[in-house]
């Protein structure tokens, strides 16, 4: 019996209860959200996050579904979605099919997820006619960040807003269940999640989106670098680490570590490991 939270479901929930979202890259850490969220995106972000590249387009298909294996083992109840990386799916849609089976047939997740508007629907449309549930990806898009030029707020001419909402009809239009609107002027996302009939996933985005989502590292707190100014972080895990480890070298150097509880003694005592 299947008790994962279906894209139909989250497509049902269009203009209802905000839909919560988070990335996840790890066992531990989606065993830990899986109670709080409706949904756990495997962003290709884990590149950046956790392998440590300077952009999302360090993310390989293995990658992705190495991570994808790990989140799927740590979460029974929420909807997980893979990010199809860059280079895997931009080329045609015969690619992007073949690049989706693979995550889905390896993984076991729900959907998978690609950046792109009305550049990507023939995409879009033939993962969806393969029978895989697709999120598309419009605003700002990360992997696009070098020929962009940068990290930048999308939405403040009046030709951008015209493509954002062209980028979200496409996207809408070609079977998503739903869209992620990532660094996009607040205003222009909301009149967005009113146009379209699909749930609006925000991240830099609006309030008024039918769900969020954040980077799970920056919102807890574990991300060195600069966040950008849409992160709110609701832990200091950078400061919890900084602090153990700080404690445990002192307790090395100074041999109160391992202290009488954490060694073994040659008779075997009910409190051995
Ligand atoms: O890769 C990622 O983490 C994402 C989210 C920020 C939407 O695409
Ligand atoms: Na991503």
Do not use: W
Not at 124 to 153: C, F, N, R, T
Not at 169 to 191: C, K, P, R
Not at 214 to 234: A, Q, S
């Amino acid at each position: 019996t299947d008790i994962r939270i279906s894209t139909e479901a989250i497509r049902r929930r269009k203009a209802g209860t905000p839909i919560v979202c988070l990335t996840a890259y790890t066992y531990p850490v989606a065993r830990l959200l899986d109670d709080h969220v409706d949904l756990l995106l495997v962003g290709d972000s884990v590149a950046m996050v956790l392998h440590g590249y300077k952009t999302t387009l360090g993310a390989s298909l293995e990658m992705m579904i190495a991570h994808g294996q790990a989140v799927m083992r740590g979460s029974a109840r929420a909807c997980v979605v893979v990010d199809l990386p860059a280079g895997t799916y931009e080329a045609s849609a015969t690619q992007a099919v073949a690049s989706a089976r693979r995550v889905i047939d390896e993984t076991g997740c729900q959907a998978v997820k690609l950046e792109g508007g009305v550049d990507m629907t023939s995409q879009i449309a033939a993962i969806v006619a393969a029978g895989i549930p697709v999120m598309g990806h419009i605003g700002l898009q990360p992997q696009s960040v070098e020929k962009d030029g940068g990290y930048k707020i999308k939405g403040r001419t009046e030709e951008a807003v015209a493509a954002l909402l062209r980028d979200a009809l496409a996207v809408e239009n070609a079977g998503a269940f739903s869209v992620v609107i990532e660094g996009t002027v607040e205003a222009v996302a909301a009149d967005i999640t009113r146009r379209i009939a699909i749930p609006t996933i925000g991240i830099g985005a609006s309030g008024d989106c039918d769900g969020q989502i954040l980077v799970i590292d920056d919102m807890v707190g574990l991300t060195v670098d600069r966040v950008p100014k849409f992160v709110k972080e609701y832990a200091d895990l950078r400061s919890v680490i900084s602090h153990a480890a700080e404690t445990y070298a002192a307790e090395v150097r100074s041999r109160t570590f391992p202290g009488p509880g954490h060694v073994f003694s040659a008779t075997k005592s009910r409190d051995d490991a």
